[in-house]
């Protein structure tokens, strides 16, 4: 049996590739999940994953990820409370109309000064009911893989982890929450917003002495992109994913400053964690789809993304899997250049 841990992004609706990865993965009797750390949709994959894995198993983590991204497929537009959406459809179908006829994009000008505050008492988290039908004893129990969810506290810029008892819907919620879209959600007298700002998703937890040495990063969030950004949506769907993979960048540049310092004999072996970093990714795929459909889940997108994930975890898995427990599989020499 190999254990390892799992690094899971955040990227709204495009989580669903998240989905099939972890379905795929489930499905590898030889590999044990032994912690989890994620940030936003990753957040809500992996207490999924924990609450479905806690009564039934893998399979009973298999149908609670699917039984998750259902609801998901039903929230609608993420910017909109549900009484909304009769409303919306005709609005969304105008916008699209002249997003297309005209080079300056509604929805980009919308970002800018549009404010989920706006709303008042009328606001609503389309997520709340999601995440709140999760089984949060079993999501804190401390059997089963440890999970790690991180936030942003918006006074200090920093991240938090929560873990154990502090896992509760407020930290999901605090962890999933886009403050263009979501009103920032208050925990302990502190206000939190989207993990991704300051680890998207941490790696630190993962380096404690008992879990294993094996990290594998799934990743939604393109790390290349050829075409240049012009519309103002996509200029700030570009700004968001390299602030978002700006966190992790830095972690994984001290993962091989670490490893160097290692290989060259000038820190003891022992001292430091000496991970073992592997990636999940489809650039590809996620290049392909617009930065309205992280926000706007539909079920014939998840179930894209899902077979998309799939599939990508069975390429890892025919390539790398030989890798788990011995090597690592993602060269950071070649990601830094």
């Not at 032994?34 to 009973?60: D, P, V």
């Not at 990820?65 to 009484?83: E, H, I, K, S, T």
């Not at 999760?134 to 982890?161: K, M, Q, Y």
């Not at 889940?297 to 890892?316: E, V």
Request: glycine letters at 10%; aromatic letters at 8%; a negative charge.
């Amino acid at each position: 049996m190999i254990r390892l841990n799992l690094a899971l992004q955040g990227g709204g609706a495009h989580g669903a590739f998240t989905w099939g990865v972890l379905d795929r993965l489930l499905e590898d009797e030889g590999l044990d999940i032994a912690a989890l750390s994620g940030t936003s949709a990753g957040a809500l994959n992996a207490a999924a994953l924990k609450a479905g894995m806690i009564t039934g198993g893998r399979q009973g983590a298999k149908d609670s990820l699917a039984a998750l991204w259902a609801q998901v497929a039903n929230v609608g537009d993420f910017r909109m409370a549900r009484w909304m959406q009769p409303f919306w459809s005709a609005s969304r179908l105008m916008s699209e109309a002249v997003e297309n006829a005209f080079p300056v994009s509604p929805q980009g000008i919308a970002a800018q000064v549009w404010s989920p505050y706006g709303w008042g008492p009328f606001w609503e988290n389309p997520l709340e009911p999601v995440v709140r039908r999760l089984d949060f004893s079993h999501v804190c129990r401390t059997e089963g893989p440890r999970l790690f969810i991180g936030a942003t506290n918006v006074r200090t810029g920093r991240i938090r982890i929560f873990e154990g008892d502090d896992l509760t819907p407020e930290a999901l919620l605090a962890s999933a929450c886009l403050p263009t879209v979501f009103q920032a959600v208050t925990i302990e007298g502190e206000t939190y917003w989207d993990g991704g700002y300051s680890g998207n998703p941490a790696l630190f937890p993962l380096y404690a002495p008992d879990l294993p040495d094996d990290i594998v990063i799934v990743s939604i969030n393109p790390w290349l992109r050829d075409a240049v950004p012009m519309s103002p949506l996509d200029i700030q769907n570009r700004i968001n994913e390299i602030s978002f993979h700006a966190a992790l960048l830095g972690e994984l540049r001290a993962v091989k400053f670490v490893k160097r310092l290692i290989a060259e004999g000038r820190m003891d072996k022992g001292r430091m964690k000496d991970v073992l970093l592997h990636l999940v990714a489809d650039d590809a795929t996620m290049t392909e789809l617009s930065a309205t459909s992280k926000l706007s889940p539909n079920p014939a997108l998840i179930d894209h993304l899902f077979t998309a994930g799939r599939d990508a975890c069975h390429s890892f898995l025919a390539t790398h899997r030989g890798d788990l427990g011995h090597r690592a599989s993602l060269d950071l020499g070649a990601l830094f250049g």
